[in-house]
């Protein structure tokens, strides 16, 4: 894969070797993720973080790991904020973004949206989710955690049992990770979903095709039993054709620390996408697992700075540059990783 002046708008541009290279660098990122070091590398090119869909974490973690290379943000953060709301089409907006951004990260509640918006984009384009379909950067810092929290337990993404839990026919997050998870080797893929809400057929076909092992449940306790990640998910409510359609699949699934302890091998890992959805109808990944070492969820949330890093470098082509322009911080910092 040539990542020099790409888009990044599904997972299927990668192969393994591409997420190599991306793994690789994301841990040169580390000193400068972890407020060891500064680089200069970004001075002077803006990013256009064009978020037309809520978000906390890939908005600001985009922009984080643009300014952390030395860079400057210029963003939207929703429709009505934007010419879009007048009528403008994609094709306008992205030809005049363009002309002000040297790359540009875009969200949007339509499926396809951010490829209709790369094609006339002058710069490249990464997509931060487009409604259903793919959510790459979030499957690649999902991939980059899996792999960590199996090194650590003296496991390889290769073998891995994953079991995928809750919303499965909305979560772009979920649709991403299982097509990069499809390019390792013997997976057990455990799809815990209600009936309506399961992976849809295109997904578990490929899964298949690729040879690997694939459990459907729509019970959360004996699907949990044997895996070594809890990918949990929240019912993807804005997908639905109204509240109360989505308001009959919350609260289906709910892991807690006592369901944890009874069904799930030890040091089984917890991961979700986030937001995890706290009110008292959804509680899918209950607040008394916080305390919890295998509950991973922020450990994915900072590993997403390190890849957009890393997705950003690769793009423009400054990997090379990056310690080059460094230096050492002057203030008080607070460890993350
Ligand atoms: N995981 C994720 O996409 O979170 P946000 O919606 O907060 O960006």
Same mark, same amino acid.
């Given at each position: 894969?040539?990542?020099?002046?790409?888009?990044?708008?599904?997972?299927?541009?990668?192969?393994?070797?591409?997420? @190599?290279?991306?793994?690789?660098?994301?841990?040169?990122?580390?000193?400068?993720?972890?407020?060891?070091?500064?680089?200069?590398?970004?001075?002077? $090119?803006?990013?256009?973080?064009?978020?037309?869909?809520?978000?906390?974490?890939?908005?600001?973690?985009?922009?984080?790991?643009?300014?952390?290379?030395?860079?400057?943000?210029?963003?939207?953060?929703?429709?009505?904020?934007? $010419?879009?709301?007048?009528?403008?089409?994609?094709?306008?907006?992205?030809?005049?973004?363009?002309?002000?951004?040297?790359?540009?990260?875009?969200?949007?509640?339509?499926?396809?949206?951010?490829?209709?918006?790369?094609?006339?984009?002058?710069?490249?384009?990464?997509?931060?989710?487009?409604?259903?379909?793919?959510?790459?950067?979030?499957?690649?810092?999902?991939?980059?955690?899996?792999?960590?929290?199996? %090194?650590?337990?003296?496991?390889?993404?290769?073998?891995? @049992?994953? $079991?995928?839990?809750?919303?499965?026919?909305?979560?772009?997050?979920?649709?991403?990770?299982?097509?990069?998870?499809?390019?390792?080797?013997?997976?057990?893929?455990?799809?815990?979903?209600?009936?309506?809400?399961?992976?849809?057929?295109?997904?578990?076909?490929?899964?298949?095709?690729?040879?690997?092992?694939?459990?459907?449940?729509?019970?959360?306790?004996?699907?949990?039993?044997?895996?070594?990640?809890?990918?949990?998910?929240?019912?993807?409510?804005?997908?639905?054709?109204?509240?109360?359609?989505?308001? %009959?699949?919350?609260?289906?699934?709910?892991?807690?620390?006592?369901?944890?302890?009874?069904?799930?091998?030890?040091?089984?890992?917890?991961?979700?996408?986030?937001?995890?959805?706290?009110?008292?109808?959804?509680?899918?990944?209950?607040?008394?697992?916080?305390?919890?070492?295998?509950?991973?969820?922020?450990?994915?949330?900072?590993?997403?700075?390190?890849?957009?890093?890393?997705?950003?470098?690769?793009?423009?082509?400054?990997?090379?540059?990056?310690?080059?322009?460094?230096?050492?911080?002057?203030?008080?910092? $607070?460890?993350?990783?």
């Amino acid at each position: 894969m040539n990542f020099v002046g790409s888009h990044i708008l599904s997972v299927s541009q990668f192969d393994r070797q591409a997420i @190599r290279t991306v793994f690789e660098v994301a841990d040169r990122m580390l000193p400068y993720a972890n407020r060891q070091r500064i680089t200069r590398v970004l001075e002077g $090119a803006i990013l256009g973080n064009m978020f037309f869909e809520p978000s906390t974490r890939t908005r600001v973690s985009f922009g984080c790991a643009w300014n952390l290379l030395g860079g400057e943000v210029r963003e939207t953060t929703e429709i009505k904020a934007s $010419a879009i709301a007048k009528g403008e089409s994609f094709y306008d907006t992205a030809r005049v973004l363009s002309g002000y951004s040297d790359m540009i990260v875009m969200r949007h509640q339509l499926e396809g949206s951010v490829d209709e918006f790369a094609v006339a984009s002058r710069v490249p384009v990464i997509n931060g989710g487009d409604g259903a379909n793919e959510h790459p950067s979030q499957a690649l810092l999902d991939l980059y955690t899996i792999r960590k929290e199996m %090194k650590d337990r003296g496991k390889n993404i290769d073998g891995l @049992r994953i $079991a995928l839990v809750g919303d499965l026919r909305y979560g772009r997050a979920v649709h991403s990770l299982c097509k990069l998870l499809t390019l390792y080797e013997n997976m057990h893929f455990i799809l815990i979903s209600p009936p309506e809400l399961s992976l849809s057929a295109e997904y578990v076909d490929d899964i298949k095709r690729a040879g690997h092992k694939v459990l459907e449940s729509d019970e959360l306790q004996t699907g949990i039993g044997h895996a070594d990640i809890l990918y949990v998910t929240r019912t993807q409510e804005e997908r639905f054709p109204n509240q109360a359609e989505a308001d %009959k699949y919350k609260g289906l699934f709910r892991l807690n620390q006592s369901i944890y302890t009874e069904y799930c091998e030890p040091n089984t890992v917890i991961m979700h996408p986030l937001p995890r959805d706290s009110r008292g109808n959804a509680n899918e990944l209950d607040n008394d697992l916080n305390e919890n070492p295998n509950l991973a969820i922020f450990r994915q949330t900072d590993n997403g700075v390190l890849i957009r890093m890393a997705l950003f470098a690769l793009i423009l082509d400054v990997v090379d540059k990056v310690e080059e322009t460094s230096s050492k911080v002057n203030w008080y910092t $607070a460890r993350r990783f």
